[in-house]
């Protein structure tokens, strides 16, 4: 199965990168995201340096695509390595990523296509294809004009419903609970910065600290600002009930469209590019019979746009997305635009049962 799945992917996915099963830990450490991180399988060399078993293909394939200039799309397949993956800790995969093309629109309906006709080719017909957008959620995250710290803890645990759902409970019930035990934390939450400047100046004066010896006082009074803000940040209730609205959000996506319009109309959201492009994408996929659930999301740093799965039974069988932020995070001194997806061969087998 693995090689007629190969065959297939290769029609429209020439390109071929070698993966080797043994990989660099780093890049996946730094890279991938906490959920990812601690289901590695890692081991280390006799001069220290840290290997881990492949634990999926998007990051080597990323880093090898480093190494050329031009739009590419990679074919690959073959056995990943995970701990704690539903009683199991090897499987197969076969996927297709797509670099370079700078139309996303199109790069992102055809990675849809692609996983669809694969589904096919191993004898999933007509599964359920749920598609999110994590972009979207960001921008209304951004609108509500939260504590910096506290929308990038919502922003990176976004693809886990419980624990956003938690969170935001968390933020209404919280407020002013941090005890102010000093003059410090007393300026701190007061926002005056030059006096909280000056008061650090005289303490590190006093310590015999060198402003150039490390963080000025002006970075720690910044720091000591933002962290009191966050600390005694109270999310007022009708901004959450924005957050959980959105999130609530599931529809025919198309359907989608206008749910959205309706949505920041009465939320006094502006999406501005990020729904120009949704639309787009809708469009271009109006005929597939999916559906849009705005809490879609993948815990993977790298994330940045469209996330779509395909589902059997409640079996996710498939899944990918749009990973802008990649080869960025690897190294490459400009953006490149990046999408695909996997498929599980033993949750298609599962599904098939």
């Keep these: 199965m693995l090689e007629t799945l190969l065959t297939h992917l290769r029609q ?7 993966v080797p099963i043994l990989q660099p830990a780093d890049p996946f450490l730094e890279t991938a995201g906490e959920d990812l991180r601690r289901r590695i399988f890692i081991t280390e060399t006799a001069n220290g340096e840290l290997n881990c078993l492949r634990p999926e293909f998007t990051i080597p394939i990323g880093m090898a ?4 200039s031009k739009p590419a799309r990679y074919a690959y397949g073959g056995t990943v390595f995970r701990q704690e993956r539903r009683g199991t800790s090897e499987f197969q995969q076969v996927g297709l990523e797509d670099l370079g093309n700078t139309d996303i629109v199109e790069a992102d309906a055809a990675c849809v296509n692609d996983m669809l006709d694969t589904l096919g080719v191993c004898g999933i017909q007509n599964p359920k294809i749920i598609l ?13 004009g939260l504590p910096q710290a506290i929308s990038e803890r919502l922003v990176r645990n976004f693809g886990d419903a419980d624990l ?8 209404v019930k919280s407020g002013a ?12 939450a007061s926002g005056n910065r030059d006096a909280l400047i000056d008061h650090v100046s005289q303490m590190m004066l006093v310590a015999n600290l060198s402003p150039k010896a490390g963080r000025s006082a002006q970075d720690i009074a910044d720091r000591m600002i933002a962290k009191s803000a966050e600390g005694h940040f109270q999310l007022p209730a009708e901004r959450a009930d924005v957050l959980r609205k959105f999130l609530a959000l599931e529809t025919p996506l198309d359907q989608a469209s206008d749910a959205l319009i309706s949505f920041a109309s009465e939320s006094n959201i502006s999406f501005g590019d990020a729904l120009t492009l949704f639309q787009a994408r809708a469009e271009k996929l109006s005929n597939k019979g999916l559906v849009y659930k705005a809490s879609l999301g993948r815990k993977l740093d ?4 469209m996330l779509f799965e395909a589902e059997v039974d409640e079996i996710s069988v498939a899944g990918g997305g ?18 695909g997806f996997s498929i599980s061969l033993d949750r298609v087998e599962e599904a098939k049962q």
């Excluded at 429209?12 to 070698?18: E, K, L």
């Excluded at 790298?302 to 746009?305: I, L, S, V």
Aim: aromatic share 6%; proline share 6%.
């Design 12 to 18: 429209n996915a020439p390109d071929i990168v070698d």
């Design 65 to 68: 695509h480093l190494k050329t």
């Design 132 to 144: 999110g957008d994590q972009n979207l959620f960001s921008v209304v995250v951004e609108n509500l």
């Design 164 to 171: 956003v759902n938690n969170l935001i409970d968390q933020l």
């Design 177 to 188: 609970v941090s005890p102010r035990n000093s003059e410090l934390d007393e300026l701190a």
């Design 302 to 305: 790298y994330y940045t746009g």
């Design 322 to 339: 749009r990973y802008d932020r990649l080869c960025t995070l690897l190294g490459a001194e400009n953006p490149i635009p990046a999408v």
